[in-house]
């Protein structure tokens, strides 16, 4: 059974509009991260948070920008966007086991 | 910085043993894990070693570890179609607390009957 959900799972949109995909989890976890994984299957991590208010940019650069104002939640939103955001989003969390623990995903298609 | 490399693909037998491969270059490596993505899904964690072991078996799974060519691989026993995904080499280091792995590109496993 999941511990960690996302929303949407599938979302096609037109350029330009703002978007988030939410993320929680029920864990209790401190650590939270969103990874983008293009067609090409390489898994990148862009945003990663260590507690509430605590947010860091990841390895790969993305437009995107997160929030963390509750242990739960860690929304990603996109202002505007472009047919490059096309990718899959998978969030994780981990707790002090080190093991991460991954959502399904959400496919975005920006058109 | 850090880098894992796996091959990128791999076809087998229903039947066979599978076999995939992953280097990394951290040698401060503390955690090692094998996830497997199936299609339109999110990560499973499959197994993970430690890196004060050489071997870990979990029913048809067996990791091994050469800590000092820092070479991992995931051998899958009698493989089955349901196999069939991508599978994912991670590593975390044990210099940081930040809990962040550094993944492979990842190995797509064809089963074919």
């Known amino acids: 059974e999941a511990d960690i959900y996302q929303t949407p799972r599938y979302l096609v949109i037109g350029t330009g509009k703002k978007i988030t995909l939410e993320c929680s989890q029920t864990m209790g976890h401190d650590k939270m991260y969103w990874y983008q994984q293009d067609p090409g299957m390489e898994l990148h991590l862009i945003h990663y948070?260590?507690?509430?208010?605590?947010?860091e940019k990841g390895d790969l650069s993305s437009e995107s920008t997160v929030s963390r104002i509750r242990t739960e939640h860690f929304p990603l939103t996109l202002e505007s966007a472009r047919p490059s955001h096309t990718s899959q989003y998978l969030c994780?969390?981990?707790?002090?086991?080190?093991?991460?623990?991954f959502g399904e995903g959400s496919r975005l298609t920006v058109l | 910085g850090e880098d894992v490399e796996q091959s990128l693909f791999l076809s087998v037998r229903e039947g066979d043993s599978s076999v995939i491969n992953c280097t990394y270059t951290d040698s401060s490596s503390t955690y090692l894990y094998w996830y497997k993505q199936e299609p339109g899904a999110g990560l499973q964690l499959l197994t993970y070693i430690f890196s004060n072991m050489d071997m870990k078996q979990d029913q048809r799974l067996t990791v091994l570890l050469n800590k000092k060519d820092k070479h991992l691989s995931l051998r899958i026993a009698d493989t089955q179609t349901g196999d069939s995904a991508i599978y994912f080499c991670?590593?975390?280091?044990?210099?940081?607390?930040?809990?962040?792995?550094?993944f492979g590109d990842g190995t797509t496993l064809t089963v074919k009957p």
């Open positions: 948070s260590y507690g509430v208010n605590s947010t």
């Open positions: 991670a590593e975390k280091p044990s210099r940081t607390n930040a809990g962040k792995s550094t």
């Open positions: 994780a969390s981990s707790g002090g086991t080190r093991q991460l623990f």
